[in-house]
Nanobody, 123 residues
């Protein structure tokens, strides 16, 4: 399966962006999906995840209340709505498909990765 992340860009602090992850090839409709990010010089970190049905979501403490993950199973897309963006949200954002129906926080549990999309938040 190939994942394509899009929607990144430059935004001022306090602004909003929506990232989209599209899957092609094998469907990931039965897999959990996650968004991760990696800032320069830092490790890749979990941002948000959603289970196979979309009924369960999970977020890192740093984005809880500001980001919302959702999935459209019919179109095999997963979105990440980001609001109240902060300069510390600046990173390359990656979408990923989980090994299972759930979305753990550990990136080693993900087997399919998109190429990443840059998000830059200016102060």
């Amino acid at each position: 399966v190939q994942l394509q992340a899009s929607g990144g860009g430059l935004v001022q602090a306090g602004g909003s962006l929506t990232l989209t992850c599209s899957a092609s090839g094998r469907t990931l409709s039965n897999n959990g999906m996650g968004w991760f990010r990696q800032a320069p010089g830092k490790e890749r970190e979990f941002v948000a995840g959603i289970n196979w049905s979309g009924a369960s979501t999970t977020y890192s403490d740093s984005v809880k209340g500001r980001f919302t993950i959702s999935r459209d199973r019919a179109k095999t897309t997963v979105s990440l709505q980001m609001s109240s963006l902060k300069p510390e949200d600046t990173a390359v954002y990656y979408c990923a498909g989980s090994r299972t129906a759930y979305a753990p926080h550990n990136y080693s549990q993900y087997v399919s990765w998109g190429q990443g999309t840059q998000v830059t938040v200016s102060s």
